[in-house]
């Protein structure tokens, strides 16, 4: 992987300089969506490098920013209005007409009146507070309005007829205020910011309403590392850790997260301590994103699995592609298929291990309220780019994908989430950074749109293991799980295993090591492993596993990664006659050349 050269200053964020300096400078538009990392840290725009404020938090970041000449408030619904400096307090109530002037005679009653009017406080309704700043910014020039958690004032529901009749004012009049030329004449602007797009409703997020969108993803590589930099100089390492290893732990974490983490590791310990910060940032993660994905720390490689080397070899060229940058060699996504048993996860776990991504596991996204599927899916989708480099793991594909021409009665939730996971998996953006691999025992039963190349450009079989195959996966096996054993030619029991998968070996030998840590000191012998064999009952069904190995071959797009013994295999499943149609499929076979 290309070494990144550090960085001597604060690096602002993309978004930050292309998005929103962009609307800023072009007056595109006045009232502004920002979501995502809202809570994020930004460089001091007025500060110098090595001082100390160099980073800002993203409200003290916005007083920073606008604070040239403007009137600047923020509102959210539990502090109220407040203001960037307190004589801007008293202009407001005058504009917004919330207070009168002082009367210019000398009449001591009306004098007294405009003193208690200066002494009384702003409202904190919603409704009345933006009935306020609606005067404001329609009558004075260069004023800021920062709404915090937007989506408490204008939530999103499932259906317009539940949202409250104040709830409509206040969404009605933010969307006014998008449209209205005077206001962008005189130069003002409305943030609104919440941590999930989602929430806020629909009726601020469609195309026609002028709101402007703007997300705020976690930091990247350059951003972390200049973080750190500035922030943490020189940081203490123990032997054998880089920087750059630092760097590419932290990601998917916000610099606030990263700014917790350092500190709490730095208070156990002088010098950074790499795995406690793994530990701690698979913490944040899972209390983050825990609802949609599990977190794995992957621990074992390629050398780890036994047999399979025609898929370790395409594996190796994925990687020299990851490693290199030429992401031309890094298919968009990758669909395992075959029966249960064979080796997709390891292999899904050994190709991010391998990698150095983070390595992630798909939830069932769906829920029982309207309209939260869809928001569990956007922020699934958000959550990916932002922990990219990312190999992610759809487990289960044939049944969380099932084909849209199939009735789901959910009122087109199921063709939404769809279409949504389309998109990303299309988006040429991800290429090289978030891999998806799907894994499934039937094919046949997946959308076919998942299937095309562009999302899952390669379809691969893993069979159940040849007589070839089984004898590295009984070594693997032993070796994996520290056990025992003075065997070394594996050919009786590799004969003896004939139609049992990688894992029904691997309970094999730890079946094995419980009978020897009875019988004989935890050593292994050949007696003890082929008893262990003839007391173990496979749980599949060989009709099943028949039928999920021909879906699986016709599935496949690339001869090259068949497995080495079709043929044989395809006459086995023909002699047992198990499989309905079979001539069909042998026929499919023979048509794409696959069969001689």
């Keep these: 992987m290309a070494k990144k050269q550090p960085l001597p200053f604060p690096v602002f964020p993309h978004w930050y300089l292309k998005d929103l300096v962009g ?22 725009p007025t500060s110098r490098p090595g001082e100390k404020e160099s980073y800002l938090e993203f409200p003290l970041f916005l007083r920073k920013a606008l604070e040239n000449g403007r009137m600047v408030l923020f509102y959210d619904i539990a502090s109220g209005i407040q203001f960037l400096r307190p004589e801007m307090e008293a202009v ?69 007829g539940t949202q409250m009749m104040n709830e409509r004012v206040i969404i009605e009049r933010l969307r006014n205020w998008s449209m209205d030329q005077d206001i962008r004449s005189r130069g003002n602007l409305v943030f609104l910011l919440t941590d999930e797009v989602a929430k806020v409703t629909e009726e601020l997020r469609q195309g026609n309403t002028g709101v402007y969108q703007i997300y705020i993803p976690k930091p990247t590589f350059e951003e972390r590392l200049a973080f750190l930099l500035t922030c943490h100089h020189p940081p203490a390492f123990p032997k054998g850790i880089t920087l750059e290893m630092l760097v590419h732990a932290t990601q998917g974490l916000s610099l606030r997260q990263m700014q917790e983490i350092l500190d709490e590791t730095r208070r156990h310990s002088d010098a950074l301590n790499l795995s406690a910060i793994k530990k701690a940032k698979r913490k944040v993660l899972v209390d983050e994103y825990g609802d949609l994905m599990d977190i794995v720390e992957p621990a074992r490689g390629l050398e780890d699995i036994g047999g399979l080397e025609h898929i370790k070899t395409f594996l190796a060229e994925v990687l020299h592609g990851i490693a290199s940058g030429d992401h031309r060699l890094v298919p968009m996504g990758i669909t395992l298929t075959g029966p249960p048993g064979t080796g997709k996860t390891a292999i899904v ?8 991504f983070n ?112 004898d590295p996966i009984f070594r693997v096996m032993f070796k994996r799980h520290q056990v025992k054993t003075d065997i ?33 000191d935890g050593m292994v012998t050949g007696e003890i492993l082929q008893n262990t064999i003839g007391d173990f009952i496979p749980g599949d069904n060989q009709q099943q596993i028949d039928m999920m190995t021909m879906a699986g071959l016709l599935a496949c797009r690339s001869r090259r990664l068949l497995p080495r013994c079709t043929k044989e295999m395809v006459e086995h499943i023909c002699a047992r006659g198990l499989v309905p149609d079979m001539d069909r499929m042998v026929n499919q076979l023979r048509a794409h050349g696959l069969l001689t």
């Design 23 to 44: 609307v800023l400078r072009d007056r595109k538009a006045q009232v502004v969506l920002l979501y995502g990392d809202v809570r994020c840290f930004l460089p001091n």
């Design 349 to 356: 776990e050994a190709l991010a291990y391998e990698a150095g």
């Design 488 to 520: 070394t030619d594996l050919t009786p029991f590799v004969l003896a295993t004939s139609g049992m998968s990688g894992a029904d070996i691997e309970q094999v030998v730890l079946r094995a090591h419980r009978l020897a840590s009875r019988e004989n």
């Design 92 to 160: 407001f109530k005058q504009e917004s007409g919330f207070q009168t002037p002082a009367p210019a005679g000398g009449d001591p009653i009306a004098l007294a009146r405009a003193e208690l009017q200066q002494e009384k406080e702003l409202p904190k309704d919603p409704e009345a507070c933006l009935r306020l700043m609606d005067r404001v910014i329609k009558n004075t020039d260069k004023v800021t309005i920062v709404i915090r958690s937007a989506h408490f004032l204008a939530p999103h529901v499932g259906s317009q």
């Design 359 to 470: 390595f992630v596991k798909t939830k069932n996204i769906r829920s029982m309220w309207l309209g939260e599927s869809e928001a569990r899916m956007q922020k699934l989708v958000y959550a990916l780019r932002d922990m990219a480099p990312v190999v992610v793991m759809n487990d289960e594909a044939d049944l969380a994908e099932a084909q849209r021409d199939s009735p789901h009665g959910d009122s087109g939730v199921s063709e939404r989430l769809m279409k949504m996971w389309m998109e990303f998996l299309s988006d040429p953006k991800i290429r090289g950074q978030v891999l998806v691999i799907n894994c499934t025992n039937r094919p046949d039963r997946m959308d076919a749109a998942l299937k095309r190349s562009g999302r899952s450009d390669e379809i691969i079989l893993l069979p159940m293991p040849s007589r070839e195959e089984r």
